[in-house]
């Protein structure tokens, strides 16, 4: 005979209160995560960014409830009695739309499921984008004072498509396409509308990197192809920078770490080769790889590098004296002497390899490697170059001094946010002439 459950007697006026404890209970779990987290704050910088994330997590949940509710809402409306977008407000849809990557045809019933909108609506939109007059159907907002209006826009626009792009680099990126803006006019724009978040100040290395010689005078590099930096970084693949035998026991080689060997050149910072390896390499491995890049580019004048053992043993000085090369070694009190090639390593990582699961194969690798070596070369100002990019240095191309496109003589502009490879980590940015 089954038995019957407990009764649990509950007080007479239990419904009338259960709403309200509701409320309570998630007010407290509220209050318990805050407190905690404020305590987390005060130890390490690993727990400090644990917790940072799961605020964020949980914020982003949040802002997830608020917008079903309020598609719930507008979802009740029949789709004819529903208000119509204005047209800045179309341009920002298909704005978002390109920056998701919603490109293709399927993807217009993805974006109209989103905005509650039908597919035809959004194709419509898009066929109509180049119309220009008062009857346009998409179009730019209206400024009051065109230039400061105009190009704020495309500043706040470029900030939100790019918001790892800092003032610095808007301004260098807009200066490329076209449009000079100075530092300060795109971060007064940026705290108009957008919060600008605290820029990491970024030391590209001085325009004369320091390497210690057997004299102590420092190195300059005087024009391309002269000076080259070389160093070693560790990758961590996908498989993680650790192993669960063993605790605290880290393997630095593959199958879970990459060994990336890379070529700067000091003046441009360009750089001119790359080499994987799947362990610590011996001096052999690297006198192999400078050899491949020196009968590509010529050998230089000098090369700077730590004082490693693929650097300090006698064979590599040999190699250097056979080649013509003058050997330098950083000093060990400095890390002045190889900040070129320390500061590329620390954009190839914050950049490109902490925003991808690295592979496990070499060839995939090196694809990717060769991706984004393409993009910093051609595409991505540098601050250290005022604005140029290493291969426009490296080639000799003179410095912009001023803007090809006006914006007080041009009624329309639009941006145009291109993506190397078709990678969204690799961005390219034009300013094109609207019709």
Same mark, same amino acid.
């Given at each position: 005979? +089954? $038995?019957?459950? @407990?009764?649990?007697?509950?007080?007479?006026?239990?419904?009338?209160? *259960?709403?309200?404890?509701?409320?309570?209970?998630?007010?407290? +779990?509220?209050?318990?995560?805050?407190?905690? &987290?404020?305590?987390?704050?005060?130890? =390490?910088?690993?727990?400090?960014? &644990?917790?940072?994330?799961?605020?964020?997590?949980?914020?982003?949940?949040?802002?997830?409830?608020?917008?079903?509710?309020?598609?719930?809402?507008?979802?009740?409306?029949?789709?004819?009695? &529903?208000?119509?977008?204005?047209?800045?407000?179309?341009?920002?849809?298909?704005?978002?739309?390109?920056?998701?990557?919603?490109?293709?045809?399927?993807?217009?019933?993805?974006?109209?499921?989103?905005?509650?909108?039908? @597919?035809?609506?959004?194709?419509?939109?898009?066929?109509?984008?180049?119309?220009?007059?008062?009857?346009?159907?998409?179009?730019?907002?209206?400024?009051?004072?065109?230039?400061?209006?105009?190009?704020?826009?495309?500043?706040?626009?470029?900030?939100?498509?790019?918001?790892?792009? =800092?003032?610095?680099?808007?301004?260098?990126?807009?200066?490329?396409?076209?449009?000079?803006?100075?530092?300060?006019?795109?971060?007064?724009?940026?705290?108009?509308?957008?919060?600008?978040?605290?820029?990491?100040?970024?030391?590209?290395?001085?325009?004369?990197?320091? +390497?210690?010689?057997?004299?102590?005078?420092?190195?300059?590099?005087?024009?391309?192809?002269?000076?080259?930096?070389?160093?070693?970084?560790?990758?961590?693949?996908?498989?993680?920078?650790?192993?669960?035998?063993?605790?605290?026991?880290?393997?630095?080689?593959?199958?879970?770490?990459?060994?990336?060997?890379?070529?700067?050149?000091?003046?441009?910072?360009?750089?001119?080769? /790359?080499?994987? /390896?799947?362990?610590?390499?011996?001096?052999?491995?690297?006198?192999?790889?400078?050899?491949? *890049?020196?009968?590509?580019? =010529?050998? @230089?004048?000098?090369?700077?590098?730590?004082?490693?053992?693929?650097?300090?043993?006698?064979?590599?000085?040999?190699?250097?004296? $056979?080649?013509?090369?003058?050997?330098?070694?950083?000093?060990?009190?400095?890390?002045?002497?190889?900040?070129?090639?320390?500061?590329?390593?620390?954009?190839?990582?914050?950049?490109?390899?902490?925003?991808?699961?690295?592979?496990?194969?070499?060839?995939?690798?090196?694809?990717?490697?060769?991706?984004?070596?393409?993009?910093?070369?051609?595409?991505?100002?540098?601050?250290?170059?005022?604005?140029?990019?290493?291969?426009?240095?490296?080639?000799?191309?003179?410095?912009?001094?001023?803007?090809?496109?006006?914006?007080?003589?041009?009624?329309?502009?639009?941006?145009?946010?291109? /993506?190397? =490879?078709?990678?969204?980590?690799?961005?390219?940015?034009?300013? &094109? $002439?609207?019709?």
């Amino acid at each position: 005979m +089954a $038995r019957k459950a @407990p009764r649990i007697p509950l007080p007479k006026d239990w419904p009338s209160h *259960v709403k309200t404890g509701i409320l309570h209970v998630i007010s407290l +779990a509220q209050v318990a995560l805050t407190a905690a &987290r404020a305590r987390t704050k005060k130890r =390490g910088v690993v727990a400090r960014l &644990r917790a940072k994330v799961e605020e964020q997590a949980g914020e982003i949940s949040l802002l997830w409830v608020e917008l079903a509710l309020k598609d719930l809402r507008m979802g009740r409306v029949k789709p004819r009695r &529903r208000p119509h977008y204005r047209g800045t407000e179309r341009l920002r849809i298909l704005e978002l739309k390109a920056a998701r990557g919603w490109s293709r045809g399927w993807s217009k019933a993805q974006a109209a499921e989103h905005l509650l909108l039908r @597919p035809a609506t959004i194709a419509e939109w898009t066929k109509r984008l180049d119309e220009d007059g008062a009857d346009a159907l998409v179009h730019t907002p209206e400024p009051i004072n065109r230039f400061p209006d105009f190009v704020r826009h495309i500043v706040m626009r470029l900030k939100v498509l790019c918001p790892t792009m =800092g003032k610095k680099r808007i301004a260098q990126t807009l200066a490329r396409a076209g449009l000079a803006l100075g530092v300060s006019t795109v971060a007064r724009m940026l705290k108009e509308r957008v919060p600008e978040d605290p820029e990491p100040q970024e030391n590209n290395g001085d325009k004369e990197s320091e +390497a210690a010689t057997k004299n102590g005078a420092p190195v300059q590099a005087s024009e391309p192809n002269n000076v080259w930096q070389i160093d070693l970084t560790l990758v961590p693949t996908a498989a993680g920078f650790w192993v669960p035998w063993l605790p605290h026991s880290i393997l630095q080689l593959w199958p879970f770490t990459w060994r990336v060997a890379c070529v700067v050149d000091q003046y441009s910072r360009r750089v001119m080769g /790359f080499a994987v /390896f799947k362990k610590e390499p011996k001096s052999v491995d690297v006198r192999t790889f400078l050899g491949r *890049v020196v009968k590509r580019h =010529g050998a @230089p004048k000098y090369i700077i590098s730590d004082k490693g053992g693929q650097f300090a043993c006698d064979a590599y000085k040999a190699w250097c004296d $056979r080649n013509g090369i003058g050997p330098r070694y950083a000093s060990a009190e400095s890390i002045r002497g190889t900040a070129v090639i320390e500061r590329f390593f620390l954009s190839l990582k914050t950049e490109w390899l902490r925003r991808i699961l690295v592979p496990l194969n070499r060839n995939p690798l090196c694809h990717d490697l060769s991706s984004y070596l393409n993009w910093f070369a051609q595409h991505r100002p540098h601050q250290g170059l005022e604005g140029r990019t290493p291969q426009e240095v490296y080639d000799g191309v003179a410095l912009i001094e001023s803007a090809t496109l006006i914006a007080k003589k041009i009624p329309r502009t639009e941006l145009v946010v291109r /993506f190397y =490879g078709g990678r969204r980590q690799l961005p390219i940015v034009e300013l &094109r $002439r609207a019709a």
